[in-house]
């Protein structure tokens, strides 16, 4: 890239960082002055002020002071630049050819021109997200891909009525990086589920299949049967795919607080399942269906009652369906006396 091609050469901010540096410096640039050598190649020196006013010199400017202002700005650019005193002599020898000077040729990025390129075409260039090779709804058993872009707008506004525990482990299984034994396939022992199914343990058996996780999700389900539209599958609970409701209990309620009820129930069976598994694996813990029924309706209970409390009713009467209604006050004439 030429010395002048150098934002310090640019008399003002606009323009692309990498692009010319200025019109000033493009006027040299268009007669051939490409390199410092190519001052000394035809003139025998540096670029003085009074050497760039006579290249100049048929170059259209309002008046002579304009040139000659021109001239002096680039010259002092120049040798401040490169740290040159513009008035010595240039060293005598050999040169390398213009050919193979680096700073003569035109460096591209991936089909942008340097010095062309604008700052936003080099951020996007470098990040862009790597193509993935493997999708990872084939490993956990959906045959057809979620529409991502969609996906993950509405599972950030679902996160936010979730403790970050809980969206976590949503997110580590739709990006298929939770730690199942399946993964351990290699090996000839320790790849069947920790609860004694038989059965290797993927991450459908562990969540969905298996008879620990089928409890789990029939406590919390059961007032959810009723809204649904169909059977609920798989791929519902991990990509939200045909989950589809009633259209009595959309009008009744609204579809996205059916969702966001949804997407409580499945992050909280998600995550006592695999906190489950592995005290059972780590800890030597016996598998409890009961433990895991009780401990998924706490959390289910805990975030439905903080949803609650919104300002919002529809959403309030069916996080109802899951709360235990709380007890009516005595009369006052029973309360017990102070004393």
Known sequence: ?????????????????????????????????????????????????????????????????????????????????????????????????????????????????????????????????????????????????????????????????????????????????????????????????????GVVEDAQHLFWVCPIAQAAWDAVLTPFRDLVAGDLTWAAVVYLQGLLFMDSAISLHKSHNLLRVFNVLRCSVLYVVWLHRNDCLWNGTASDSTFVIQRTMAYTRLHLGRLRQGEVPRLASLCELWLPFPNPMPPEDTLPSAG
């Open 1 to 197: 890239m030429p010395y002048w091609q150098n934002h310090f050469l640019r008399a003002n901010a606009r323009g692309a960082l990498t692009g010319r540096a200025s019109t000033n410096a493009s006027r040299f640039y268009d007669k051939g002055y490409v390199r410092l050598q190519d001052f000394v190649d035809r003139h025998g020196s540096f670029p003085t002020p009074s050497l760039c006013v006579e290249i100049l010199e048929n170059t259209s400017f309002p008046s002579p002071a304009k040139r000659s202002a021109a001239a002096g700005f680039f010259a002092r650019q120049v040798g401040r630049l490169l740290n040159l005193s513009l008035g010595s002599t240039p060293s005598q020898g050999l040169h390398r050819p213009a050919d193979l000077c680096a700073a003569a040729y035109g460096w591209s990025f991936r089909g942008v021109d340097f010095l062309h390129g604008r700052n936003h075409e080099f951020y996007h260039i470098l990040h862009r997200l790597p193509a993935i090779t493997r999708l990872s709804h084939f490993s956990l058993g959906i045959a057809s891909e979620p529409d991502w872009a969609v996906l993950w707008r509405r599972e950030r506004s679902l996160d936010r009525d979730l403790l970050p525990v809980l969206a976590d482990i949503n997110y580590r299984l739709q990006h298929n990086v939770l730690n199942v034994r399946l993964k351990y396939r290699h090996r000839n022992s320790d790849i069947l589920c920790v609860h004694g199914c």
